[in-house]
Structure formats: structure tokens, C-alpha cells
Antibody, heavy 118, light 107 residues
Framework: QVQLVQSGAEVKKPGASVMVSCKAS????????IHWVRQAPGQRPEWMGW????????LYSQKLQGRVTFVRDTSATTAYMELTSLTSEDTAVYYC???????????WGQGSLVTVSS | DIQMTQSPSSLSALVGDRVTITCRAS??????LAWFQQKPGKAPKSLIY???SLQSGVPSKFSGSGSGTDFTLTISSLQPEDFASYYCQQYKSYPYTFGQGTKLEIK
């Protein structure tokens, strides 16, 4: 069965960076994109962008462009999201989600809470 | 960016009721619309994509309709496990955007 398992919670200081991992199993990792979505407390989800599991192409939201980087390791079937220059506004649960067909997000990871606090 | 607006923001209903949630896009998105269910502390769960197609494993009590700018999610015969928050999301153009959510509560 398709599973996306994410890394654990992180606490970071303002100005620091964080990396979240997303281990995929149960499907052909290189055949699908992985999207990243974050959700601040009590807010609607916010789409961050995607990475193609095969070619490694990426597309980032303009809001986060320059601070976010997606990479993937095909041998480990794992995608990674790095966010730099953290502020308190980056405190959120970060999710990865599989895209089987042009933007449809069918399976999601369990989420990784990132807290930014001095 | 395409703005997605849901109504109502909250809704109270009884077990066994049928409810409808509406989602409006600020510009036409064809049928590039998905619906998600989210319970507290959990990841969103995909219910519907392409406005009306049911995700595998999702019960037929959930149905979606609409195209262009106006969409609906209908849930029939509400059960206790259906009380949750529901979000619509457009994937017609970047950045993908979500509605503000509808919280469905037990009356």
C-alpha cells in the first residue's frame, strides 16, 4: 500500500534552517511527483510546490521562492524539503503528498511539525 | 492567484442528515477541483478529484459536482466519523490554493 512517512517534529530558532524528509513506499517513486503543503495552526493548507520523483524537476510557490529547496533521493525513495531563514510565520505542520495525475494529491504523509521560536 | 471561498465556514448537523458544502473559485478552473477531509491532528484525506470523481476507497456517500467557478460537496447519511473539517482545493493553475475550510459539527 502507498505510504509516505515523514520525519519528526523540529524546534528551530529564527534565522535557522530546517529539513523535512518524506519516505515513500508502495509505488513507483520515480513515476510520480511529490508536493509539499504546509498548514499553520488554525489556518487553511498552503501549497509550497513540487518535485518530480523521476527527473527531479521542481516548481516552487513564488511566496517561498529563494528560501525553499526540494530534492529527492531515488535510491532511498525519499523526498526532502529544506526551508531557510525561518521566522515565526513558518511555524506549521509540513506535509508531503503524492501526485498521480497532474495536481491531484491522493496520499499524504502524516505531517511534520516545525516550530520556530526564540 | 485563484481565491477559493467556501460556505458555510461552519455547519451543525445531526447523525443521519445530508449536508452540502459550497466552494467558489475567483476565476474559472474547469473541473480541476479536489475535496479533502481533515480531522484534528491528522493529515488531509483526499475524497474527490476532478470535481466529481471519487478517490479509491472513499464511500459513495460523498459526492461532488460543479465546474467553472461553482462546486459542491454533498455528504449523505452523516455518521459520527464524518464530523470533521472539509477543504476544497484548485489545481488548475499555480499556486494551487485551498478554501478556508468548513467545520462540520454534531448538533
Amino acid at each position: 500500500q502507498v505510504q509516505l512517512v515523514q520525519s519528526g517534529a523540529e524546534v528551530k530558532k529564527p534565522g535557522a534552517s530546517v529539513m523535512v524528509s518524506c519516505k515513500a513506499s508502495g509505488y513507483g517513486f520515480t513515476s510520480h511527483a511529490i508536493h509539499w503543503v504546509r498548514q499553520a495552526p488554525g489556518q487553511r493548507p498552503e501549497w509550497m510546490g513540487w518535485i518530480d520523483g523521476g527527473k527531479g524537476n521542481t516548481l516552487y510557490s513564488q511566496k517561498l521562492q529563494g528560501r525553499v529547496t526540494f530534492v529527492r533521493d531515488t535510491s532511498a525513495t525519499t523526498a526532502y524539503m529544506e526551508l531557510t531563514s525561518l521566522t515565526s510565520e513558518d511555524t506549521a505542520v509540513y506535509y508531503c503528498a503524492r501526485d498521480p495525475r497532474s495536481g491531484v494529491l491522493d496520499y499524504w504523509g502524516q505531517g511534520s511539525l516545525v516550530t520556530v521560536s526564540s | 492567484d485563484i481565491q477559493m471561498t467556501q460556505s458555510p465556514s461552519s455547519l451543525s448537523a445531526l447523525v443521519g442528515d445530508r449536508v452540502t458544502i459550497t466552494c467558489r473559485a475567483s476565476q474559472g478552473i474547469g473541473n480541476s477541483l479536489a475535496w479533502f477531509q481533515q480531522k484534528p491532528g491528522k493529515a488531509p484525506k483526499s475524497l474527490i478529484y476532478a470535481a466529481s470523481s471519487l478517490q479509491s476507497g472513499v464511500p459513495s456517500k460523498f459526492s461532488g459536482s460543479g465546474s467553472g467557478t461553482d462546486f459542491t460537496l454533498t455528504i449523505s447519511s452523516l455518521q459520527p466519523e464524518d464530523f470533521a473539517s472539509y477543504y476544497c482545493q484548485q489545481y488548475k493553475s499555480y499556486p494551487y490554493t485551498f478554501g478556508q475550510g468548513t467545520k462540520l459539527e454534531i448538533k
